[in-house]
């Protein structure tokens, strides 16, 4: 089987769709969507122009990525597991309400 090469935009489906867990470094994302430090980097870069993610923390060469969709509460990111607790809550809560 050959190995083919990916294009822009499945690594780019693949970076959001990693980052939909949390946020994440790009040493991480590089490393879960099988591709090198440099080309992640780029393609965040892109992304990050194009408004999909942000940069939590950028200090040398650790920068912190997050989904720009993702829900944060007073600009905390939350991990995957307390924010479907989170976001179940305040569904009932909303609920309730009316």
Same mark, same amino acid.
């Given at each position: 089987m050959k190995n *083919?090469?990916? @294009? @822009?935009?499945e690594i780019r489906s693949e970076i959001l769709e990693f980052l939909k867990e949390g946020p994440s470094s790009?040493?991480?994302?590089? *490393?879960?969507?099988?591709? &090198?430090?440099?080309?992640?980097? &780029?393609?965040?870069? *892109?992304l990050k122009k194009d408004g999909k993610?942000? *940069?939590?923390?950028?200090? @040398?060469?650790?920068?912190?990525?997050?989904r720009n969709d993702d829900p944060v509460f007073y600009g905390i990111p939350l991990k995957k597991e307390i924010r479907v607790k989170t976001l179940s809550l305040l569904l009932d809560i909303i609920k309730r309400w009316k």
């Open positions: *083919e090469k990916r @294009g @822009g935009d790009i040493k991480k994302i590089s *490393e879960k969507i099988n591709s &090198n430090w440099s080309t992640t980097s &780029n393609y965040l870069t *892109e993610v942000s *940069e939590l923390i950028s200090s @040398g060469n650790l920068k912190i990525f997050r």
